[in-house]
Every structure is written in structure tokens, then in C-alpha cells.
């Protein structure tokens, strides 16, 4: 029996860090037959931006769609290849319904020879998410289920305990060679927190002015816009901003990567995505959640996070001053979490071309599923 590929491909539109990872997930598991591909109700540049074939079908619509496109791989005539969403997955009381019904067609797609692949994603852990015990258990089955399911940080691995523990699918895009050189100190921060305290944004001035970079105000998610332009008016400095109906933007804003020698951002995806271009990544907040340290933890870089908190302009200064001179340390742990990304999408591959849910991947540096 042939097999057929569904990908589910939602999330927010305006977030270049959602596109390129929903874009890493496609290119894992792409046949030349081509993907069915729930993607909601994304405008066309976002479509665009996926580069979908001429064989792939887009089905778009809300959760009453899904569930059809849902039942219609499970049961069609074609072996069901089911790829979720890379990202993060809420597991709270309201998303029990959710999970419930992902159970249930897993069961199906496995009991009709098909497989299930759960790209690097990892249990919402912002302080708002909230996690609800059965929901987190039907969750847990269904990741038992799968063929191939990968966390992108230790703590959900333990949470789930199930899993190969991997970088986030962001590490998958080729590195950047980056510029000669390093003139440039970016500052990208979320639109939805709370503006810098003065000491920190004298800090990130003072550390600009100490090593001759010019600090650079970016956004990469629509929602950051104001912010960025908030920064670029508070610094004194020009801002570069991702437009998602301008494809060029995109790379703009990798050339302003390419050029910096340090990242700072509350964004997890900013970070990789400076690191990518060769840039030192540097979470500067106050009181920081645990979510950016823990990503880049699992490619073995840590102590990136600072607690601007009651800190003085000295202490901050000093300290991101410091990160600048980790830039070659950072760019050899990202270099092997690409390869390492590299040969789980072989395995994915493989695991796709035998059609059987009796395939298994081999967990990557010994660790084990």
C-alpha cells in the first residue's frame, strides 16, 4: 500500500521564527508524491514562504476542517504518514478535547500499518501555561505512539518520559557564513513585556560604545514591531523590522545577523536565529523564564540568560561584555547541533521510505527513545 504524508502546519502568521521552523518540519518529510498540508488560514505570502510544490495540497480552515483533514488521512486509502507541529504544545485542561482526539487517530493511523512523527517541540512553559494532569498523560500515549517524537529541551522530555531529547528543528537551516566583520550589537525584545529598566538599556548603550558596535534595534515578529521602533528612538539608533508581506525583509534582517558580534532578545528564535549567522545569543530580562537557558542548554551552551532584576548598569554592562568573547564557543555548539539535526532528518527520511510503523530511529549521541 502506498503512503501518504499529512503535515499539520499552523501557528502565527507574523513570526519568522514560526515560519522557519513549520518550513524545517516540510523539508524532513518531503516525498516527491507530495504532502497534504493542513495550514489553517495563513495569507499567501506565508504560503509563499513554504515553498510548496505543484504535488502538495494545502488544505485550509479552522479546528472543524482539521478534524475532517484529520479522519480522512487516518481513514484513506493511502498508509497515513501524520506529522504534527514542531513547537510548542499546551497541555492545559482546555486543551484536553485537542489531545483526546490526536490519541484516537493515532491509534487508527497505527493500527492501519501507518507512522507518526513528532518534530522537536516542548511542553508550553511560560508562566501563563498551564498543565493539567490528564491532559499531559493523553499526551504522553500519543507520543508513545509515535514513530519518531522529539523534544527540543530536557524538562518536557522528563515530563513525558518518552522521547529523544534533540536542538530545536531552527538548528536544521544552514549556517550562515556571516560578515568580516562584527560591527554590529542587535537588540530585539518581545512587544508584549515590559520595556527594559533603565540600567539595562544604559548597559546595552555603554557596552555598544565600549566595543564600537552600533546597537541595532530588530523585530522578526509583527507583534515586536513597536518595540523595536520604542528601542530605536530610546538608543538613539536605526531599526531593521521583518515585513511578512516582503519576502526580501527576511533577509535583512540575516544580513543585520550576519554582521553582529552579540544578540540580545527575549525571543528564543531571534537567538538562534543570530546564532545561525555567527552571533554570540544572550537572553537579557528580568527575572527570565526558563526556556530560552533550557533550549540552548541542550546543545550544550549555557549560562546565556541574565537576570537584569535590581541589577546595576555596571553589573550588566560587565556582564554582557563577557558574552562577547564567547561568539566562537556558541558558533562551535551550533555547528553540532546542525549536524546533529542533520542525521535525525536521515533517519526521519529512512523511517518514511520503509512505510512501516515497525521502523525505528536510532537515538542520536546514544541517547536512548
Known amino acids: 500500500m502506498d503512503s501518504r504524508v499529512f503535515i499539520s502546519m ?9 515560519i522557519l521552523i513549520r518550513r524545517a518540519s516540510l523539508e524532513w518529510v518531503r516525498t516527491p508524491s507530495g504532502v ?3 495550514v ?4 499567501q505570502s506565508w504560503l509563499d514562504a513554504m515553498d510548496f510544490t505543484a504535488q502538495d495540497t494545502m488544505v485550509f480552515g479552522g479546528s472543524r476542517e482539521r478534524i475532517v483533514w484529520l479522519l480522512k488521512g487516518a481513514f484513506g486509502p ?10 510548542e504544545t499546551w497541555v492545559g485542561r482546555n486543551r484536553l478535547p485537542h489531545h483526546l482526539f490526536h490519541l484516537a487517530v493515532g491509534l487508527v493511523i497505527k493500527a492501519r500499518g501507518g507512522a507518526i512523527i513528532i518534530p522537536p517541540h516542548a511542553l508550553a512553559q511560560q508562566r501563563a501555561a498551564s498543565k493539567s494532569t490528564i491532559t499531559l498523560s493523553l499526551h504522553r500515549l500519543f507520543a508513545r505512539l509515535a514513530d519518531v517524537c522529539l523534544w527540543r529541551e530536557p524538562w518536557s522530555k522528563a ?6 531529547l534533540v536542538p530545536d ?3 536544521s537551516r544552514n549556517p550562515r557564513a556571516g560578515a568580516d566583520t562584527r560591527d554590529l550589537l542587535i537588540v530585539s525584545l518581545r512587544g508584549d513585556r515590559p520595556l527594559p529598566s533603565r540600567q539595562a538599556l544604559d548597559a546595552i548603550r555603554s557596552v555598544g560604545q565600549s566595543t564600537g558596535l552600533e546597537v541595532v534595534a530588530v523585530s522578526q515578529v509583527d507583534v515586536d514591531d513597536e518595540r523595536a521602533q520604542t528601542l530605536s528612538s530610546i538608543l538613539q539608533t536605526r531599526a531593521v523590522i521583518w515585513d511578512p508581506e516582503d519576502q526580501a525583509s ?3 534582517v540575516s544580513q543585520a545577523y550576519d554582521r553582529a558580534a552579540l544578540v540580545i532578545s527575549d525571543r528564543l528564535h531571534v537567538l538562534i536565529l543570530g546564532l545561525l549567522s555567527g552571533a554570540m545569543p544572550v537572553e537579557l530580562a528580568p527575572s527570565p523564564e526558563r526556556k530560552i537557558a533550557a533550549h540552548f542548554s541542550t546543545i550544550g551552551l549555557d549560562h546565556i540568560s541574565f537576570n537584569a532584576e535590581n541589577r546595576s548598569e555596571d553589573e550588566i554592562s560587565f556582564w554582557l561584555s563577557a558574552q562577547i568573547q564567547r561568539r566562537e564557543e556558541a558558533v562551535a555548539a551550533m555547528r553540532i547541533a546542525h549536524e546533529e539535526l ?3 532528518a536521515d533517519q526521519v527520511g529512512t523511517i518514511l521510505r520503509r512505510r512501516s510503523s515497525h521502523a525505528q530511529m536510532t537515538a542520536p549521541k546514544g541517547r536512548r527513545i
Not at 501557528?11 to 514560526?18: I, K, R, T
Not at 515530563?159 to 529523544?164: I, L, N
Open 10 to 18: 499552523t501557528g502565527p502568521d507574523g513570526n519568522l521564527g514560526d
Open 36 to 38: 497534504s498540508a493542513f
Open 40 to 43: 489553517g488560514s495563513h495569507p
Open 78 to 87: 493511502k498508509k497515513p504518514i501524520l506529522v504534527t507541529d514542531p513547537g
Open 159 to 164: 515530563e513525558a518520559r518518552t522521547g529523544v
Open 169 to 171: 528543528i531552527a538548528f
Open 250 to 252: 527576511a533577509e535583512r
Open 342 to 344: 542533520q542525521r535525525v
